[in-house]
């Protein structure tokens, strides 16, 4: 079967992988505890899932510690959920990883746990600035399909959140998604005229600023990735996310955090490392549907770099 082996495809080709060239982006999972329940969410968050619970900001701090202290070449810390603004340290978390000079990156729907924020995320804002970046996920520039993913009443809320984040002149980039088929290019032009209407200073065909993510489904068939396919798709392993990033989490139950390979794949044992930075600098194996079709066919990157 496709998937079944880390080091063989199902046709004994050997199978894609990736080296870690430098630890560039420390994703932190805040916890999988969401206000909403997404159609489609890419890792299950909703408002009774707790398996993978809220991390604190000692836990945090401790790997910040490990970076310095090993000289790692982190420059960016991102804080993805779940929604991260339920997390009662996600500010404390923030402040510690600013003022250690990194970059801050936080994935966040723009909703009312955002909003109990305001007057810290405006102090952040105004002492570091473009440091500090806040993606909202607007999955469509339509409501209606916004909301059929989201869930019904979900686009108004959001909607506040993100003009209140460009009054305020945040960095801001957003999600979408390509779950609709549209063209690509008229699906940057809806966005485009959404941002040009709220006064959302925006570009829409700026990829870093309009990220528009491949839709996941472990049930379609999409290929396994072998080493051959490098060459023949013209793409470096380097270019793929778990060539510079990790992310920790905190499982429900577990004694203290682990590491693994990628934002997407957190409840699978095959990609989890040890505890600690330094012993997850191991090879990744592309075993999984989400590595063919969202990061090396999709061509998704969750980082700011």
Known sequence: ??????????????????????????????????????????IESSPSNDRLVYMSLAEVTAYLDEIESDKLPTQEIAFTG????????????????LQRGFKVLVLTNAMRPMMRFQQQLVNLKSRYGHRLTIRVSCDHHQQSLHEEERGTGTWPIMLEGLTWLAQHNFTIDIAGRTRWDDDLNELRHGYAALFKAHGINLDAFNQKELVLFPEMD????????????WDILDLSPSAIMCSSSR???????????????????????????ASTLQQSSKRVYLNHQHCSKFCVLGGGACSLS
């Open 1 to 42: 079967m496709k998937f079944d082996h880390y080091l063989k495809t199902e046709d004994g080709q050997d199978r894609a992988y990736i080296d870690l060239t430098g630890l560039q982006t420390l994703w932190i999972n805040t916890g999988t505890l969401c206000n909403i329940q997404c159609e489609n969410c890419y």
């Open 82 to 97: 779940g929604e991260p603004f339920m997390n009662p340290d996600i500010v404390p978390m923030m402040i510690e990883c």
């Open 218 to 229: 472990e049930n379609a068939p999409v290929p396994e990735i072998t080493t051959k396919c």
């Open 247 to 273: 992310m920790v989490v905190k499982r429900k139950g577990a004694k203290k955090p682990a590491v693994i390979a990628c934002t997407l794949l957190p409840y699978d044992d095959e990609f989890e490392f």
